[in-house]
């Protein structure tokens, strides 16, 4: 588990959620969760995939940019939706680069084998400043022309006098890893199953609706399920009560396309917890 940082409280709440224990003091280590059989260690976000990669440890949580950037003997096992950002390029404004004028320029990171792996596929060599953080910084100081580095919001680039350039090197967010060709365990099975479920509540939400038998078809499209929608009749002659998941994020125009075809009673409800 991450320790600090971006990643930390998201991890942690996700495998609460999970049904696992998790630290109450933030300068815990290791937790024993003695009920699930799992002991997590906390540790600093970018020495996860190495354990993780050596074979210590049987999985971890981590950046899809820190575990590329290790070069580690892991691998993805699933993509857990948050910390979510974008690896880029960034140079001051109006100085109007490409990737090419990179070449024997400096580079200043904190991700050096992320950055050098992508500009060498391309055929440039910048000369790499790698630096723990506060990356942007950099170039006002004087010690690098140019930067690529994480951006979320883009405030952190918009304050220090930077615009992007070039494609985006990666779309990162946090992924549970595992060591490359490692056999699947039944306890990997049952904590991928869980995180699953987490993010299915999260994503999806239950619809259920009152439709005429006529307009049942077409209702059914709108909101086909996972395997199939839930019908059932009412006390009402040629009246049906509908139950589908739907993507959260759908929801709203869902709801309304149903409404133009002649649905009532539409509610919505959380999902708590599932395993599909
Ligand atoms: N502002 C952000 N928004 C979303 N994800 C981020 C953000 N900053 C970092 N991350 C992601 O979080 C992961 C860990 O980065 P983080 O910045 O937490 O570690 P760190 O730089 O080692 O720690 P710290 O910045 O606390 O010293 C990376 O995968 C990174 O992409
Ligand atoms: O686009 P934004 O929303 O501004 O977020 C991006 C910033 O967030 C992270 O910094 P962090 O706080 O981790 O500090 P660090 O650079 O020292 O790692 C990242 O390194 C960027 O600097
Ligand atoms: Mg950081």
Not at 151 to 164: D, I, K, N, P, S
């Amino acid at each position: 588990m991450p320790n600090k940082g971006s990643l930390s409280e998201a991890a942690a709440q996700m495998l609460r959620e999970a049904g696992y224990a998790q630290r109450s003091d933030p300068k815990e280590l290791v937790l024993l969760d003695e009920a699930n059989g799992v002991e997590f260690f906390y540790l600093r976000p970018r020495d996860i995939a190495v354990y993780v990669g050596e074979g210590t440890l049987d999985v971890g949580i981590t950046g899809r940019d820190m575990l590329l950037d290790s070069g580690a003997d892991a691998d993805e096992v699933i993509p857990l939706g948050f910390g979510r950002s974008r690896f880029r390029f960034a140079a001051p404004v109006g100085s109007e680069r490409t990737i090419a004028d990179l070449h024997e320029k400096r580079l200043a990171t904190s991700y050096p084998g992320l950055v050098g792996g992508y500009l060498a596929e391309r055929g440039v060599h910048p000369r790499l400043i790698t630096l723990d953080g506060a990356v942007e910084t950099a170039i006002r100081l004087g010690v690098a022309d140019a930067i690529a580095d994480v951006v979320e919001t883009g405030t952190t680039l918009r304050q220090a006098g930077l615009e992007l350039f070039g494609d985006p090197i990666l779309h990162s967010e946090a992924v549970l890893i595992r060591r490359r060709g490692a056999d699947s365990t039944a306890g990997l099975d049952l904590l991928q199953r869980r995180l699953n479920g987490v993010l299915v509540a999260r994503n999806y939400v239950m619809m259920d609706y009152d439709v005429s038998d006529q307009y049942v078809d077409a209702a059914c499209a709108i909101t086909p399920g996972f395997e199939s929608p839930t019908v059932a009749p009412l006390a009402r002659q040629g009246w049906l009560a509908v139950r589908a998941m739907v993507p959260r994020a759908e929801a709203q125009k869902i709801m309304d396309d149903l409404w133009a075809i002649g649905a009532r009673a539409i509610l919505v409800t959380d999902i708590a917890a599932c395993r599909i």
